[in-house]
Structures are given as structure tokens and as C-alpha cells.
């Protein structure tokens, strides 16, 4: 299937079922809509590791100074835990920005990449968001996955299949040496891969930087530097990132109190994490909590 008979198909989708700013689960495991009638302000995001194909308009992402775009056509992979800002740049009611994003399944890569041998270059650590041109193979996988969403009694039967086969693509594309790299767990960008993920599965707890760069096997000055290549930000602004962008979602997602989001994120201090979470997004949590539309 061609990338426009997708996007068609994606975007009748998307106007019976999609909410307009937020992912769309379907019934297929792991597989999200997006569909935005206009361009955004920034919101924040904590990307999984994920494959987001654009069909239709454009959006950014951030990492620290360095922005990647997700155009039309575009394959945007992420490789790992990642919280940051992204903004729908171009989207109206006419050409609505759609996209397609699967979430990856890290053991699948690396048992993928062991089996074809998928060798990455180690010179240093890379970006953990990648971007580029969508192949006709990729397309077409994505195309027949999302198919099965009309035919469920099949779904169960293919799709790990097709998701298998949509891994494979990616870790032959170009774009997919950050995929070869988490792959290869001895890789500078691998092993940063796990730190960050323990620290989103502990965000909430003590920063021990120390420890984790014993546990990557660097000494603190290496692990700091490969820590910023690789995630655009040092650890512990990493860690605060998380706390800032969890409670943002239980202020305005849940309604939590901002005190009881502080605490439930690890703030000890009400007037700090005031403080940092007005540095973060621009204004004080109550006021954030008012200004920003629950479809953001």
C-alpha cells in the first residue's frame, strides 16, 4: 500500500475514534493514532521506545538544543526512555497532522540484531531520537498492521509477525543504529540506554550518579558526557524531567492536588518543586493547571 491510500485509510480512522491531541490506542497491541486539526503549543511527552511513522502534516521534537522534525513521510524512531517537549508545526482542519506510532519491544531488537548479526558502530554514543526517510517495505508493513484493525478474528494470528517483520526493517534502515546500539550491550549508547531506564523505574528515589556510571562501567566525567549525547541532559536533570512531567500529568490529567503531586513524585519541599516546575514549563502548577487544555 502506497503511503497515500494509508494516510486515507488512517485519517477515516482517526475522525471516528481518535480524540484530537492525544494517542489513540487501537485494538492492536502497541499501536497508537495521532491526529491534530491545527498546530500546537509545546507539550511535554515521556517517549517510550517507539516507531513513528508521519502520514500527513509535520511535528517537532527536542533533545536540549537539537531539534528533530517529524515530517510526512518521515520514519522517527526513539530508542529508549526519553522525556522532552514536542509541537505539531503543521496541521489544519483540511490536512490534519496523522501519524502511526508502534511501541518497541527492546528484548525483540536485541534478539533480532543477534540473529542477523546487526552490527553497530561504537564511535562514542548517538542521539537517542533518529530520523528518516519511511521505506516502501516499512510502509507497507505498517500498512498491513493496521489493516488487521478490520479484521480481528486474523489480528491475533499476524500481527506479532508483522511487528516482528516492522523491527526488522528498522534495524536495517539507516536511521536504526540507535535500534543496532541499544541492541549491542556493551555499546556506550546501550549501556546509557539502561541507565535511563532505571532511573525512570526509580525517578522517585535518591539520584546515586555514582553508582550508576560504576554500573556502566565509566568513570563519572565519561558517563555524564555520554549521558548528555544520549539524552540531551545531564542524569539528574533527566530525573527531574520525569518528576516535573508525572506530576504535570496528575495535576492536570487527574486533578491531584499540587502538594500530594509533589510528594508522589519524590518533592520533599512544596516551595522548590514550585520553583522548578515553573522553570520547566513556564509557569507556577496552579496556574499551568488552569491555562492548559486537557487534550494537550
Known sequence: MSLERL??????????????GLPY???IAHLNVSRHLGPSDPFPVVYEPLFCLVLQGAKQAWLHEREVTFAAGRSVVVGMDL?????????????PYVALALRLDVALIRELASEMQAAATDEGSIPAIASGEASEALIDAMARLFALLEKPAAASFLQAGIIREIHFWLLTADHGDVLRRVASGGSHTARISDAARFIRQHFTEPLRVPELARQAGMSETTFHQHFRNVCGTTPLQYQKHMRLMEAQRLITAQGEPVSTAALAVGYESPTQFSREFSRLFGMSPRSYRQAVSPAV
Request: glycine share 0%.
Open 25 to 27: 490506542p487501537t485494538a
Open 83 to 95: 522525556p522532552t517537549f514536542a509541537q505539531v508545526i503543521e496541521a489544519s482542519p483540511e490536512a
Open 7 to 20: 494516510k486515507d485509510s488512517v485519517l477515516a480512522y482517526a475522525e471516528k475514534n481518535a480524540v484530537e
